[in-house]
């Protein structure tokens, strides 16, 4: 379970010191001495927070005392993607990184994890707000990938891709009604690959920005499959053609 830290002063704290924060819980319409501050403090970092009833605080922090607030501590180390890129070039490698919009369901994202680790990912570039609680639960689904695989948060994934984008990664997206199969893609480059929850799929300002889109044929009975055994498929189909 992640670590739990709750009341206003240390909540604060945490924030000030730098601490990695998965969520911040807050109650809903609290407000007094410290919330207005861990409210600016969160907004300026673009930490996820989450309003809720007190019953649900309370249900969280065990009944404890936590005067309103509760927060999550990461259970894992995020890393910056600009320094996963000069660390992947200096090794002379070409960088391999997966994007998740939309990802939230946490036992796809440790699926997704646990491939993308084994299949050379070198970062997966998650949304600040908006994507899986990296939990135990998402710990356990990767097998432990996700102590040595980097993930990096991002403040908005559009502005991620045109990062990519201006540094020679090309940004491919799965979509379903693109033109192109996957087994048409030309993978031996740099490349970002964008995938969104089935049922969602990726946000439609990231399919127009994309380099290229591609889909991966599935039957008509079926509107899409499942996220992670999508990653699967691509992941795989990259490793084959590199051979």
Known sequence: ???LIYGRHPIFEAIQAGKEIEVLYIEKDLKGPGISEIRQAARELELPVKSVPREKLDYIARNKNHQGVVGLLAMIKYYDKEDVLNQVQANGEQPLFLILDHVTDVRNFGA??????GTGVHAILVPQKGGALINSDALKTSAGALNHLKVCREIDLVQTVKWCKSNGIHVLVSDLKAAKNLSQIEFDRPMAIVLGEEGIGVNQLLINRADETFKIPISKGLDSY???????MILYERMRSME
Do not use: F, H, K
């Open 1 to 3: 379970m992640s670590q």
């Open 112 to 117: 997704i994890a646990r491939t993308a680790y």
């Open 226 to 232: 499942n996220v992670s055994v999508a990653a699967g």
